[in-house]
């Protein structure tokens, strides 16, 4: 597929390399399906895409910008679960992080006795800011979905990472 993408315009390219999962290939694409996306105010992942004089359209795009408050924005590596601490009146501030287990612990103060819960092996999550799935020819015996990627357009991760 990669091959065949490189006789189409970019924005074509974008269509058939997101729905290949962007193979090595691919990387010029995803750059620039990154950078329209990374502009003020942010463009579509592409254009249109003109194939054998008409424009190619048999495709079902789902895109969208996450909200940092949003747990679709947050990643935890395998084996660990994400954990918001909400915003409340205390003056604790917001907080997302990543944590393999959970324990209860009891304490003691002033003569009565306290439980707390202590997250252990804490780590940041990665941080995403737009997820994208497309479906080329949908509702077709040859439909192809992609992987459904969240990415962080301002480093470029990417999960399910690309193979690059």
């Not at 497309?134 to 509702?139: D, K, T």
């Amino acid at each position: 597929m990669p091959t065949a993408a490189t006789a189409y315009d970019m924005d074509c390219k974008v269509i058939l390399c997101l729905a290949g999962g962007f193979p090595p290939a691919c990387s010029d694409a995803f750059a620039y399906m990154v950078s329209r996306l990374s502009k003020v105010p942010p463009l579509p992942p592409f254009g249109y895409c003109e194939m054998a004089g008409g424009v190619y359209s048999n495709v079902d795009v789902s895109a969208r910008f996450l909200g940092r408050h949003e747990s679709a924005s947050y990643i935890c590596p395998e084996g660990k679960r994400l954990m918001h601490i909400h915003d409340d009146d205390s003056g604790i501030p917001e907080e997302w992080f990543c944590y393999t287990r959970e324990e209860t612990r009891y304490y003691r103060e002033d003569g009565d006795w306290y439980e707390e819960t202590v997250y252990l092996d804490k780590s940041e999550p990665d941080r995403v800011s737009y997820e994208i799935r497309i479906i080329v020819e949908p509702g077709t015996a040859q439909a192809y979905s992609s992987p459904h990627y969240r990415i962080n357009l301002r480093t470029g991760f990417v999960d399910p990472p690309l193979e690059w």
